[in-house]
């Protein structure tokens, strides 16, 4: 049997709207306040874009979807993660291939 994730909830927490191109640069970004629903959130950022011309190419289900137009594609996500601060080195780090020191030179 699959192993599903569930999509995560308003908690409590801050979370934003990032609309990234393929190659992971910010197209948009917005902050959502607290205690938004997500689902909603996402919901209705995937409505705004279709009314632009673009085609989603999910529901949104688990707070991600990728929107295309023409030869352009997106994604829209909703993330808990500040998009404006520096990626850390992640599991690349464990497995020994660079630190976060080494990231910068």
Not at 14 to 20: A, D, N, P, R, S
Not at 30 to 58: C, F, H, T, Y
Request: aromatic fraction near 8%.
């Amino acid at each position: 049997m699959a192993r599903r994730r569930k999509p995560f909830q308003g908690s409590g927490q801050t979370h934003w709207l990032i609309v990234t191109d393929p190659f992971r640069k910010v197209v948009e970004c917005s902050v959502l306040p607290e205690d938004v629903n997500v689902q909603q959130a996402m919901q209705d950022a995937i409505a705004r874009w279709v009314a632009k011309g673009w085609e989603a190419e999910g529901d949104g289900s688990y707070n991600f979807c990728f929107i295309r137009r023409a030869r352009e594609r997106l994604l829209l996500n909703i993330s808990q993660s500040d998009p404006s601060k520096p990626a850390n080195a992640g599991h690349a780090f464990l497995a020994g291939r660079g630190s976060v020191k080494d990231a910068g030179s």
